[in-house]
Every structure is written in C-alpha cells, then in structure tokens.
C-alpha cells in the first residue's frame, strides 16, 4: 500500500513538472504513419529515425537547457547564437529543429505543382526542378560524414542551396550561409542505412518521391513574410558585430574607471567603424539616415583617437566616447525601426 502511494505520488510530481515547465520541449506528432512513406522510405527506419533519434535530440536539449542561461530562450533564439551554446545545446537544439522541418517537408500526394510561388520561384532562380534536385543531391554527396542539405530563403528574399555538418542549419550563426530553411534533407546514415545501406546516392534519387510541395511552399511563402529573416540578416552583419565587440570592450570598461582598453584600442575602433561604413549594408538596412548615421560614428570614433594619441584627462575621453556609444546606438536604433 505504501509502494503504491509511492508511485502515485512520484506520478502526480512528474506530471506537475512537465506541466509547470514551460521551458520543456516535446517531440511534435508524426503527421503520417511509419509506412506511409513506403517503399521510398521504410517504415522501420521511420520508426527508428522519429522514436530513437528525435526523441534523443529533445531529451538531450532539455537535459542541457536545466539550470542553463538558454533555458527560457526560443528554439530559434538558441540557433542564432549556436556558436556561444556549447556542443550539448547546438547540436542538440538543431537536431530538433531540423527533424521537426524534416517531417514536415515529407508526406505522399503533394506533389509539384508549377502554379506554386515556391515552383516559380524555384523555376525563375534555376530553370526547372530538376536543376534543384541535382544542385541539392550534389550538396548531399558531397558533404562528408553527417549533415543535411537545404533549400533556404536568404535575407534579400531569395533562394538558395546548401549544406551544413552534424546538425548545424543556416539559422545558426556558425553558418556562413544564413536564412531560413524550407527544405531540409536529413543525410545522416541513421536516415537511410537500414534500406540503402551506404548508397546515399540512391536514397537520394528516392527521397524527391516523398517531398511534400505543399508544405514546402507553405514555408516559402511563410518565409518570405517573417520579420525573423531580419533578425538574420542583421545578425549575419559581420562589421556591425565587429564593432559592436570593440565598443563594448572599451566603453564598459571606461565606465568603471578603467582606460586602457579604449587608449589601447582607439585605432582599432575607428578602422572597425570605417569598415561599417564601407562594407556592403545588408539590402534592408540600406537606407540615407543609417548611412549619415555611421557617417557620424566614425567622426566622433577619430575625435576619440586623436584625444588618446597624446595626454588627455580621463573625463574628457569619457565624454567623447559616450558620443561614440550614443552613435552607435543611433545605428542600432535606426535598424529595428526601418
Ligand atoms: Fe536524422
């Protein structure tokens, strides 16, 4: 009786901890059964593939998450910082991701349908269907050891082809092609090797069989539209990163009374403003008041330097530096408006 009153008790706790727990990931439902993909996927690699592998990639990503800094983060939010998460939490967090997109994309009597925004994207870009399914099997044979292949939305709204390793995805800042992918192809050997064994080729040739195309392009068109494709393109601005690390390695310190980190690197700071200004502006950050505003950040970043390069007091690099900060915040302000 009291074993009983035991489990009851451990059953109630467990189920008020998944229930409370909102930072908890789930496996989604499969929206089809294990054989329905058959004979181009079998049902026992389905099984396998959504109960084993998913199933451990949402396991591990909530045991990583407990007690971390990431764990009331978003999905997405964890992927574009995937290069700061450690191992556990990117692999993981793009497991999941990219399995749930994976069954997605999959399903039977859907077929192409060249009325379809995604088909006449797909067809003005590169000609035909065909075109894609040879530059994605090229990107899947060619990428060594385990990966996935992926048709994406690129920031200035159009398509494009790659490839990433383990379970990386062009979300990830760690990518150097960033989007959002629409189609994901799963080429990890846990995919196709109990039907192909290594002839990843083969599996290949018979996934386009199951590709679902209406929801491919219900992902298009729900891409196109995402205001997350900003976020991605203004995380993919290398200089504006670039600046933003010497500004805040320098002016926090200040801040605190400490001046030799801006004294050291004032130079720095202006030659990482002159290339924000004159690198390539990402298309929709292009605009006359961002560029009058980086106008104005390398300005006062060259009243900084010249302050430093001979005997100036404290107060005074302070004041001139909270210009730069200011500027710099211009800059970042005028991005999430526009
Ligand atoms: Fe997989």
Request: glycine content about 6%; proline content about 4%.
């Amino acid at each position: 009786m009291k074993h009983l009153f035991t489990l009851l008790f451990a059953m109630v706790s467990t189920f008020a901890f998944t229930q409370n727990n909102p930072d908890f990931f789930r496996l989604g439902s499969l929206p089809y059964a294990y054989n329905a993909l058959e004979p181009f996927i079998d049902a026992a690699t389905m099984e396998i593939h959504y109960t084993k592998h998913h199933q451990a990639y949402v396991n591990n990503l909530n045991k990583a998450l407990a007690g971390s800094k990431y764990e009331k983060k978003s999905l997405e939010e964890m992927l574009l910082v995937a290069s700061r998460t450690g191992d556990a939490i990117r692999n993981n967090a793009g497991g999941h991701y990219n399995h749930t997109l994976f069954w997605n994309v999959l399903g039977v009597n859907q077929p192409w349908n060249s009325e379809m925004p995604v088909a006449k994207a797909i067809t003005q870009q590169w000609g035909s269907l065909d075109s894609l399914k040879k530059m994605m099997n090229q990107g899947a044979m060619t990428r060594f050891g385990s990966g996935w292949v992926w048709l994406v939305v690129t920031p200035e709204k159009k398509l494009m082809v790659c490839s990433s390793a383990n379970q990386d995805n062009p979300i990830m800042d760690a990518m150097k092609e960033r989007g959002i992918p629409i189609l994901g192809i799963d080429v990890w050997e846990h995919a196709y090797y109990l039907k192909y064994q290594n002839k990843r080729n083969d599996y290949l040739g018979a996934i386009w069989n199951v590709i679902n195309w209406v929801e491919v392009d219900k992902n298009y068109q729900k891409a196109l539209n995402d205001p997350f494709l900003k976020v991605i393109e203004k995380d993919a601005w290398i200089e504006l990163k670039d600046f933003h690390k010497v500004m805040a390695q320098t002016f926090h310190p200040a801040e605190e009374g400490n001046f030799d980190p801006i004294r050291l690197r004032a130079t720095e700071m202006v030659m990482k403003g002159e290339a924000l200004k004159n690198g390539k502006l990402p298309a929709s950050y292009d605009s006359p008041s961002i560029r009058k505003a980086l106008e104005d950040l390398v300005k006062q970043a060259k009243v900084v330097q010249e302050l430093v390069s001979k005997p100036t007091k404290n107060e005074k690099i302070m004041s001139e530096l909270t210009k730069v900060h200011d500027a710099f915040h211009v800059v970042e302000g005028l991005c999430k408006d526009e």
